[in-house]
Structure formats: C-alpha cells, structure tokens
C-alpha cells in the first residue's frame, strides 16, 4: 500500500490537508478495539508506544520495541486486518525515562531505545530530547535539544531495519509522556516565533550532523495548539487561538503535528 504517512505530508503541500489518528496504548482491548475499527473503515492504524510504555529494559510494560511489535502482529492476526495495514510508531523517544541520570549516561540509553525501535521495524519515530537530565541547565537551550535529536536521529538511521527508511516528528510542546496532569489548569498555544525556531535549529542540527536525507522525512513537528485532555479535565480547542501557528507553518516543510 502506498506510504500514508508521507502522502499526508504531500497532501498538506498540495493544499489537501488531512491527519490520521494515533492509538497510544498497550492494552489488548484498546487494540483490539482499533483493529477492528480500521478493519471497518478500511484504513491504516497507527499504534505508538511512549518511552515508559516500551523500552529496551522492558518498560512499565515489561515488553521491548520487539515484543510490543510481536503482540499487535499477533493481535492483528486474530482480528484479521492486514499487517500492511498497522503502522508502528514510538513516541517521546529520548532521555525521559532516565532523566535522573548524568547527560552521557542517560543519553547513551536513549541511543539504545531509539536504535531497538527501529531496528523492530517502528516507522513513526519521535524524537524528544528535550527534557533536562542531572547536571544539564534548565531550561536546555533549543540549540543543544536540537543537536541531541539530531544524535538520535543519526542512531535510528543506523539501526533501521530494511524496507521502507523511518519517518520523524520532532518537537514536544505537549504534557509530559503520559498525558496531561490534574495540575494544568490553563493552555497556551505555542507562539508562532518559537515554532519558527524549533525548525530552524533543528534543521541546522540534522544538517551538521550529516543527516539531510533523514530530514527530508521529518514530518511533523508537535505544538501545542491549545487542546489538550486528563483524567480530570477536558481543555476545549480555541481554533482562533492557533491562526498563528497555521499562518507561520504556511509555505514551509515539516507541517504540524
């Protein structure tokens, strides 16, 4: 089937925008539930897993990227939907859950989650290293997140495993990996300026660090548009709040996310 999601992005540059929902979940039931609504609909199903979820050491979840890969294949099977039809993605993938530790030890683990996600054949990846770990100054400077995703970046593109090459979301303007949390009581859209930035510095980033064809598949950058959901509380989407952000993305590659 062709690439859904670098015919997204075409479709936005030629004026046909369009999205596909994410399904961020390790629960057999959630999965199944998705399975068999894209089996309905007769479209394609993208399934994340977070940092915490999955990882090399097992997770909150006990599964590595391979194991979680296995178990929605099996999953897949017993509901009938084509394999061709589920697409793997990891998201938040970086230091997050080793965020306590020095810069190099946590980030020689994130090198590792990000090589294992990719070696298991995850397309979607999101590369966020933008959380600070012990010892790094808070906030981190756009410039050195951009040059850890970048690293990241350039550790993926080793590891992937053959077939179609991994496809990037940067940025990470939303909760923390895990959703949002009781104490957000108010949501400000990203400014259009700082989006501006993100783009900027991690598109010199990618290039320094010799991975210019990895960019060119860098799809999407998060924001925060000023919608967001918890357990306790529901944030509505102020669209003309986010004009901004639509205005300032207009005419430039990677499109929102």
């Known amino acids: 089937m062709p690439d859904q999601l670098l015919a997204l992005q075409e479709g936005w540059r ?3 925008p369009g999205g596909i929902a994410s399904l961020c979940s390790a629960h057999p039931m959630v999965l199944r539930a998705g399975l068999r609504q894209a089996l309905e609909d007769g479209t394609p199903l993208l399934i994340e897993a977070t940092c915490n979820q999955v990882n090399q050491f097992g997770g909150y979840t ?3 990227p391979a194991d979680f890969r296995d178990g929605v294949r099996a999953l897949a099977l017993e509901e009938g939907l084509p394999w061709e039809r589920v697409i793997l993605g990891g998201d938040h993938l970086g230091p997050n859950p080793w965020r306590g530790e020095p810069a190099g030890t946590a980030l020689d ?19 966020d290293a933008s959380m600070p770990c012990a010892g790094d100054p808070v906030p981190l400077p756009d410039a050195l997140v951009a040059e850890r995703a970048a690293w990241l970046c ?5 590891a992937a495993a053959p077939g179609p090459r991994p496809v990037y979301v940067i940025g990470t303007e939303v909760p923390t990996p895990g959703g949002a949390g009781a104490h957000e009581t108010a949501l400000t859209p990203t400014a259009p300026e700082a989006l501006a930035r ?3 510095v991690t598109e010199a980033a990618f290039l320094k660090a010799g991975q210019a064809p990895a960019w060119e598949r860098v799809v999407a950058v998060v924001v925060q548009p000023g919608v967001e ?6 944030h509505a989407y102020d669209r003309a709040g986010a004009l901004g952000l639509s205005a300032a993305v207009a005419g430039r590659r990677p499109w929102l996310y």
């Open 14 to 16: 030629q004026g046909r």
């Open 229 to 234: 959901f918890g357990e306790t509380g529901v």
């Open 198 to 200: 993100t783009l900027d």
């Open 62 to 64: 006990g599964m590595t």
């Open 109 to 127: 683990k994130a090198g590792s989650l990000v090589e294992a996600f990719a070696a298991a054949g995850y397309r979607k990846l999101h590369l």
């Open 154 to 158: 350039k550790m993926a593109e080793a």
